[in-house]
DNA sequence: CCCAAATCTACAGTTGACGTAAAATGAATA
DNA sequence: TATTCATTTTACGTCAACTGTAGATTTGGG
């Protein structure tokens, strides 16, 4: 059982993140390293990477970096955790999924708004165009 | 022609903006009351409203302030604009469509995998019940 | 063993997006 | 017209999320 660890700077070039950030996302919790008794340069286990990449997506959703501190452990919990914890955890994430779905509806109505604005542009294109000769 | 002028506390009311907010867009050159030479109370015109709503929109796309005050004014446009400002606000408006649909696209990856988790989630959960019994 | 590259620690600086408190303004009322 | 009192203005303060950086330490290779 190799558990393939890695050192923070291809954690930092997988991720697209810098180490700085590592460091300020471990300080508050997001992310840690491996234990290290012995040796002083972190080592971090292939999670850490779907962690940060989590971390990017839940941003992008609006959260801000304590929300998700509060969310994070969800998506990486064992399978063995108690029961009580597992519902809560589906409580989260359905309410996730609504934000998820409200954000796409608003999303979706300004890309219809933005069609609408372009054939406009391009109505007037036209028309321009047509005085022209 | 009564131009129908209102006062911050109005707009921002409407808005469902601050005032700080609007007077910190005016800075920005987001926005701008109407010349005032005599009075030192602020006045809009109702298209501020209109591009407050815009701003909303914008900033809910991910764009900085800064961005949207690069953009802004192409949704506010007279019809009577010059024709090489009307190609310009063209290509832009369809930049913009396609971070939409980007967006739209990763927000769907982290939907279905929200879902997948919820499912992996209540998988669990019934073991767990079953396991109980 | 030695050196260059990577990492660590710690503290300060920056940027974006506002909040707040006190002074100034102006519309209503006495 | 004088007063009053809600609105507005202005200037300074704040908070989150980084980002810089400088000097000490660690590490892997020759």
Same mark, same amino acid.
């Given at each position: %059982? +190799? ?9 930092? @070039?997988?991720?697209? !993140? &810098?180490?700085? +950030? /590592?460091?300020?996302? @471990?300080?508050?919790?997001?992310? &840690?390293? /491996? ?9 971090? @286990?292939?999670? !850490? ?16 970096l304590e929300d998700i501190a509060g969310v994070i452990d969800l998506y990486f919990q064992s399978d063995a955790a108690p029961l009580s914890g597992k519902i809560k955890v ?9 934000? !998820? ?10 890309? &219809? ?7 406009? %542009? @391009? ?6 165009? %047509?005085?022209?000769?």
């Open positions: %059982m +190799t558990t393939q660890l890695m050192k923070i700077g291809e954690l930092t @070039e997988r991720a697209g !993140v &810098s180490s700085r +950030t /590592v460091h300020y996302y @471990e300080n508050l919790g997001l992310i &840690s390293p /491996v234990q290290r008794d012995g040796p002083k340069h972190r080592l971090y @286990e292939p999670e !850490v990477l779907q962690r940060l990449q989590k971390i990017a997506a839940l941003k992008k959703l609006g959260l801000s589906i409580e989260i994430l359905k309410g996730q999924l609504e934000n !998820v779905d409200k954000q796409i509806d608003e999303l979706s109505a300004f890309r &219809s708004d933005l069609i609408k604005n372009i054939s406009h %542009m @391009e109505r007037l294109y036209g028309e321009a165009l %047509m005085q022209k000769s």
